[in-house]
Each structure stands twice: as C-alpha cells, then as structure tokens.
C-alpha cells in the first residue's frame, strides 16, 4: 500500500493551460506538503497545510493554489502554465508538522510545459 | 542563497568500502538534520536524521556525524553495496520554521561491484 500517492506521475501540457495535481496519504498525518524540484535539483518547500490550513506559504506566484479538502489531501492547482514551472513536484506528509519530524515523499510528478 | 550545501555532486566508490558524503549548512538556528535517499524516478526517502543535542546517530551501516562547530555533517555508509547507489540529500529544519525542510542539491553515489 502506497503512503503517499501522487497523480499524475506524468503531465505534459501547453503554456497557458491549467492544471491540476493530486496527492493522497495514508498514514493518518495531519500535515501535508508540496515541494519543487528545479532543473538544478533544488527541493523547494511550496506549502504547507495542517488539517486543511494553510501554514507554510513561500514565495510562490500566485499561479498556484494548493487545495485540502481534508487532511488527507493536498491538490495543487496551477494557473496559466508556464515554461518556467517545467520541474518534478512532490507531496510530503508528516505527523503534526511539527519540530523534528520526519517528512515521507510521494513518488512526484514529472510537469513539462511547452 | 543556499542555507545547505552539498558540495560533491558525485561520489562512486567500489563495494564493501565505505562511502562518505557530506553537507554544510549556514544557518545556526537549523536543531534537526535529515538524510534522504532518492532512487530515479521515485521519491525521497527517509534515511537518518539528528538532532543538534547529538553528534552522532547510527542505525545499522548508515551513522550521520553532527558537528555543530563547523556546521558540518556527514553520512557515512559502511559497508557500501551496489543498491546504495542513489541521490543522497541532507536537508535541514530550525524550531522556528515549523516542519520547513531546507534541502541541499544531492550527492550522487554510484557503488561499483
């Protein structure tokens, strides 16, 4: 059984489109993530939700809207393509969200846009 | 400005020898140290971690070493097996940044048979 799951794991799409990526966990966590992976192999944290409030927003355009519909799901939309948001992104989840915990990743998703 | 750096983007070492990767941070509010293992295509996993009260942490061929002075800390795997090949990152989070990971850029391992 998967902990964290991510759809899709592939998205190719055009500039100016709109998309949506899903991710799901299993391990009865209350706080979620999203983070980027650039061209450089950065891992970037997006957001955070604990219990379907938003808790850590970084600089992000705000193209993007994460979404919780409840704890166990964090859905990231984004807006208006652009080339720029090619990268793999990748859902996390912890316990509380609190000090010294340990994040558990999904699988990513590979987003290209042309 | 990169608060963790992994300056080796590439280590390969025969097997049964130990590896050695390192990472420096900046930022002396960071308490809690992480390493992650990713294999291509899939997602990071959790290695080791440590808390800035310890310098050390083992849990079977994986130790991390801590050492706050420097700023420095380092995974050791000993012996190295081929399946240990991957992209290792450290990562790090402070009391302050509630659950903020600060991800270094990789190493990658290649253990050759």
């Known amino acids: 059984d998967t902990a964290v799951s991510q759809t899709p794991k592939y998205l190719v799409t055009q500039m100016g489109n709109d998309k949506s990526i899903k991710c799901e966990q299993n391990?009865?966590?209350?706080?979620m993530y999203w983070y980027k992976q650039d061209s450089k192999k950065f891992l970037k944290i997006m957001f955070s939700?604990?219990?379907?409030?938003?808790?850590i927003n970084e600089t992000v355009p705000n193209r993007f809207s994460p979404k919780s519909p409840d704890k166990a799901h964090l859905n990231l939309h984004i807006n208006s393509l652009e080339l720029g948001d090619s990268a793999v992104y990748f859902c996390a989840s912890s316990l509380e969200g609190g000090e010294q915990e340990t994040q558990y990743f999904g699988p990513g998703t590979r987003l290209l846009v042309l | 400005d990169q608060q963790v750096k992994q300056n080796s983007p590439s280590l390969s070492v025969q097997e049964g020898r130990i590896s050695i990767l390192n990472c420096d941070y900046t930022?002396?509010?960071?308490?809690?140290f992480l390493w992650y293992k990713k294999y291509p295509a899939e997602g990071p996993t959790f290695l080791i971690s440590?808390?800035?009260?310890?310098d050390k942490n083992e849990d079977g061929r994986f130790t991390v070493f801590l050492n706050k002075s420097a700023k420095h800390l380092s995974l050791h795997i000993v012996p190295s097996q081929p399946g240990d090949s991957a992209v290792y990152f450290c990562?790090?989070?402070?009391?302050?940044?509630?659950?903020?990971?600060?991800f270094g850029q990789g190493t990658t391992l290649q253990v050759k048979p």
């Open positions: 990562a790090a989070s402070a009391y302050s940044n509630t659950g903020k990971l600060i």
């Open positions: 391990l009865g966590h209350d706080t």
């Open positions: 939700y604990n219990n379907k409030e938003l808790i």
């Open positions: 440590i808390s800035s009260i310890k």
């Open positions: 930022n002396s509010m960071f308490d809690y």
